[in-house]
């Protein structure tokens, strides 16, 4: 299973913190009536993840396997070819677990996610049209208890920026056409939050093309990292995404049907 830390995070959080996601046990958080979702299942996502540093490189496999319906039922972690750890996911009328991590889920959408190991919470809070506003960070570390919001930004169906409001950090969004109708709802892979598929509420209409994230000071942004992705169809079926952010950090999902 994978440790998770959000992309806005990342250059953000001097505390070390993850988290691990979730999957629904019904088709309500799929939002399937706004997209036009093609008929095929997704039965297995491969995601693979290759760091270089000093010229070492090390490379991490996650395995997702699906049933029928979407549902997310075991993953796989694989660390230079060793399997690392197997999980299985439990559900229950409200609420999903798996190893620590509890999700509460109220009408079809995560409300609230306990990572025990860490201390952490994260409280979920949707928009009076159905899509994530924001999610808030609770966690604990070294004695001291933190705290991080991160709040959405819509125009046209899509994410165009994601604030972490206590940290002067913004994530911007850029598209193309790839829409986001496959049966498992793939945008929050590109925040880290793969295994809550379907769980955010309204559908966002595509997948984007590029993440670009900026530190802001005194009004003034600069770059901190620049994200991009590739999109390689089988027909009109998505059978593989391919992201960068450099020479030395590459990151692939194989999409199975």
Do not use: H, W
């Amino acid at each position: 299973m994978r440790k998770i830390l959000n992309y806005g995070l990342v250059a953000c959080l001097t505390a070390a913190f993850v988290f691990a996601g979730c999957k629904k046990d019904d088709d309500e958080g799929q939002n399937a009536e706004t997209q036009n979702i093609l008929p095929k299942k997704v039965s297995k996502i491969v995601e693979t993840v290759e760091r270089t540093f000093e010229e070492t490189s090390k490379t991490s496999i996650y395995i997702y396997y699906f049933d029928e319906n979407g549902k997310l039922i075991k993953d796989e972690s694989f660390y230079n070819g060793e399997l690392e750890e197997s999980v299985i996911y439990q559900y229950t009328e409200n609420s999903i677990k798996y190893d620590d991590v509890t999700c509460n889920v109220e009408k079809g959408r995560i409300s609230q996610l306990v990572y025990d190991e860490d201390e952490t919470t994260v409280k979920f809070n949707y928009s009076a049209d159905g899509y994530l506003a924001s999610y808030l960070f609770i966690y604990e570390y070294k004695g001291e208890t933190y705290s991080s919001e991160m709040k959405y930004t819509y125009e046209n169906g899509n994410v165009v920026e994601l604030e972490n409001k206590g940290e002067d950090y913004i994530v911007k969004y850029s598209y193309g056409q790839t829409l986001n109708n496959l049966n498992v709802d793939l945008f929050y892979i590109y925040e880290d939050l793969m295994p809550f598929t379907g769980y955010f509420g309204k559908r966002v209409k595509n997948l984007p093309s590029s993440m670009v994230g900026m530190s802001v000071e005194d009004g003034k942004t600069e770059v901190d990292k620049t994200t991009t992705f590739t999109y390689i169809y089988d027909g009109e079926y998505l059978t593989k995404i391919e992201e960068s952010q450099g020479d030395d950090y590459k990151r692939t999902y194989e999409i199975f049907y």
